[in-house]
């Protein structure tokens, strides 16, 4: 009997299975394959815009992606570095064989984690509540709880023109019995549709007809447990290449359009409308003469790069004529050829905000099986379901992030309110609070909460409050440093721009202005800080009027949130709601006044209505 079983050991389900082990719950990992934890099936990287955000929160919330990506990088990169700090965001190109054996060898030495080779087949069930796992050989293991995390694999077909094979992602086995073992006590699935591009042969490109993507050059992590030693240093790290199609190309795909799984009628399921393939692109934006493309590396361990944007479903030998219309690439060997790939998800509008099951008790769902596209939103739901089904072994409350805390938030309220008839994916314009939910924050967001629950040790947690007592000293010492005008300070200033120091001030005050920072100002304070308290201190005190509002209109959002809405109202007998708000309340049942009013079709007069339901 265990108190956790997770089902998957992909992203969601690695993080899943730690959580709830660090929690000293006794947690069994099924899946298929050790060999194949943390595989990497499409895009070999970590992070970019949002996604990077969820990683570091991951390792606020003591997670294992933001390590493994760190250890495992080939190159590190800061994305919009010209934009406000609400949208940085950090990426790194993965070396995806040595991230899976990091993976694999963290889940067999994690304490309380047994993990079970084997397929699980059904998701065992009484009396509407979960109790256990039934694998393809018979076996069955029982739990308190169970985490389902089976990614792509329900009832997946691989694509390629007009031919459908029974697979999962990397030539890896399917199982139907267990998305019909859901079905079977009322769980809705549907059909999603995801792809992959060809890899080809390093050695057989020419790069020098590609624009050369090198990293950045600073020490770049997404732990904060990562030491500079740690990670690939700059001058080693690897080099990406853009290219772009060609006429050419577009002519290939137009010609072969019919040709296309998808556009050939084969493909029932919905595609990723953030991730489109390349004919999608071609048919969706047919006013654009080129696309670009990224050559990425996928491994030292393999001679593979892998094409970026350039996912497909055409057959063989139309996708041997596409690449070689590349640039760089018209000599190219072709590795491992495109596929779409087609699977079951869960309706995600049948799930808590804690990602337990309306319909099956003590069932967690996480990952692309509830609609999701990407590791990092996998990842970070997986943490979230294994701790809940952690607490809910103890009868305690679960873990739930509010829109202003977490990206995480904001994707399983997304998920949760509003549903997903695509996959979904994380975009920074999806939260309303971006400026709140930043790439250097992440620790002040959730580390408390994560220390609070047994998600991350006392020793981190001490290493987080010096850090806070660190950042709070030296805007205590920089409010009371007295700049004076003078010389040292005007060059300073007008090197930036700026009009010479009419008057003194402070340091802090002083270093409100943008181009302005901790470092130029060191030798008139006579010190110098942490980069990365100074990159913090600089941060708050620049951008402290719009964070303070994003505060305020945060708190008046929570506002509504703590207006909790009973679980059992009976939607249909309130006559003055809108005939539309009474069917979608009585399907999604919100938890709170504050969740009812994100519901798609909700109006303010049915919230007002809501409201003094509540009052009364």
Not at 285 to 293: A, G, M, N, V
Not at 439 to 456: C, S, W
Request: one cysteine or more.
């Amino acid at each position: 009997m265990y108190d956790v079983i997770v089902i998957g050991g992909g992203h969601a389900g690695i993080e899943a299975a730690m959580a709830a082990a660090r929690m000293n719950k006794k947690t069994a990992l099924i899946t298929l394959d050790i060999n194949m934890v943390g595989s990497m099936p499409c895009n070999p990287s970590v992070g970019g815009p949002a996604k990077g955000i969820v990683v570091r929160e991951i390792d606020a919330l003591g997670g294992i992606m933001p390590i493994a990506a760190d250890r495992t990088a080939l190159q590190f990169k800061m994305l919009n570095t010209t934009k406000g700090p609400g949208v940085w965001s950090l990426r790194v190109q993965s070396d995806k064989i040595a991230y899976k054996r990091f993976m694999k060898n963290a889940l067999l030495h994690q304490p309380n984690l047994d993990v079970i080779e084997n397929g699980a087949a059904k998701v065992l069930v009484e009396n509407q509540k979960a109790i256990g796992v039934e694998c393809i050989d018979g076996t069955i293991v029982s739990g308190k709880t169970v985490v389902l995390t089976s990614g792509t694999y329900m009832t997946s077909n691989v694509l390629r023109g007009h031919t459908s094979t029974k697979s999962g992602p990397e030539d890896q086995p399917t199982i139907d019995s267990l998305s019909q073992s859901l079905r079977d006590h009322g769980i809705r699935t549907f059909r999603l549709k995801t792809g992959t591009p060809c890899r080809v042969k390093k050695e057989t490109i020419d790069f020098t007809k590609g624009e050369e993507q090198p990293g950045t050059n600073e020490f770049l992590r997404f732990s904060e447990t990562t030491k500079k030693e740690e990670v690939l240093p700059f001058e080693k790290q690897e080099i990406c290449h853009l290219i772009y199609t060609t006429p050419q190309t577009h002519q290939i795909i137009n010609e072969h359009l019919h040709e296309s799984a998808m556009y050939s009628g084969l493909v029932k399921g919905v595609g990723p409308r953030y991730c489109p393939s390349i004919e999608d692109k071609l048919v969706r934006f047919s006013d654009k003469p080129r696309h670009q493309l990224f050559l990425e590396p996928e491994s030292k361990e393999l001679d593979t790069i892998y094409i970026q944007g350039f996912s497909t479903s055409m057959p063989i030998d139309v996708q041997e004529q596409m690449v070689h219309s590349l640039p760089g690439l018209e000599h190219c060997v072709i590795e491992k050829y495109a596929y779409a790939i087609e699977y079951d998800a869960i309706d995600p509008l049948q799930m808590k905000t804690s990602l337990e099951s309306k319909i099956i008790e003590n069932l967690f769902t996480a990952g692309q099986v509830n609609g999701t596209s990407g590791y990092e939103e996998a990842a970070g739901q997986g943490l979230i379901a294994g701790a809940n089904a952690a607490l809910k072994v103890d009868g305690k409350d679960p873990l739930i992030l509010q829109r202003d805390e977490a990206y995480i938030g904001v994707m399983i309220d997304d998920l949760s309110t509003k549903g997903t008839k695509e996959p979904y994916r994380l975009l920074t314009s999806r939260a309303e609070y971006r400026l709140l939910l930043r790439h250097d924050n992440a620790d002040q967001r959730l580390i408390e909460k994560a220390y609070a629950i047994g998600l991350v040790s006392k020793k981190r947690y001490e290493q987080f409050c010096q850090k806070m007592e660190a950042i709070k000293n030296a805007k205590e010492e920089l409010s009371q440093t007295h700049i004076k005008p003078g010389q040292e300070i005007d060059s300073i200033l007008e090197n930036l721009g700026y009009e010479p120091l009419k008057h003194g001030c402070s340091a802090l005050e002083l270093l409100k202005r943008p181009k302005l920072t901790l470092e130029q100002l060191a030798p008139l304070i006579h010190k110098t800080y942490d980069c990365e308290v100074a990159k913090e201190i600089e941060i708050e005190v620049k951008y402290e009027g719009y964070i303070n509002k994003a505060r305020r209109d945060a708190d008046h959002m929570r506002s509504m949130e703590k207006k909790k809405l009973p679980e059992e109202i009976d939607y249909q007998s309130l006559d003055n709601l809108s005939l539309e708000a009474r069917q979608k309340l009585s399907d999604i049942r919100p938890r709170t006044l504050g969740q009812a009013s994100r519901i798609s079709g909700i109006n303010p007069s049915d919230i007002a209505i809501l409201a003094m339901y509540i009052k009364k």
